[in-house]
């Protein structure tokens, strides 16, 4: 969900499930693809390993670290439509890390993405 809503530059669906901080980072992004009239292309073809490496507990708060391995096609394309980075026909294998955040005794079922990187 929050990589299509990327990759699609409308974070309107999935901006309730970022920090602000995320969204601010995700948004820029977005926007100098638009700038430069670039169009992103992920494909995800599958998640080979998801794994928690670590969690936290505070007096309000748990964190947990998730490390991700998937499978993906990844391209730009130029506003001509040119390929100017990565292959649309080549699957690489992409490892990030998410961190996730829900306040203690919260109702809502849903967690926080407050941090990404990848590797």
Known sequence: MVL???VSGNLDN???FLKPS?????QDVINERYNEEETLIIDL???EKNEILSSQVTKKNIRISVDFESLKIKALKDKN?????GN?????LVR?????EKKIGDTNPNWTLVETKSY
């Open 81 to 85: 439509g040119q390929l100017i980075d």
């Open 96 to 100: 990030d890390n998410w961190v996730f």
């Open 14 to 16: 999935v901006k309730n």
């Open 4 to 6: 299509e809503a990327f």
């Open 88 to 92: 649309l026909n080549e699957e690489i």
């Open 22 to 26: 995320v969204l601010k980072s995700f």
């Open 45 to 47: 073809r599958s998640i």
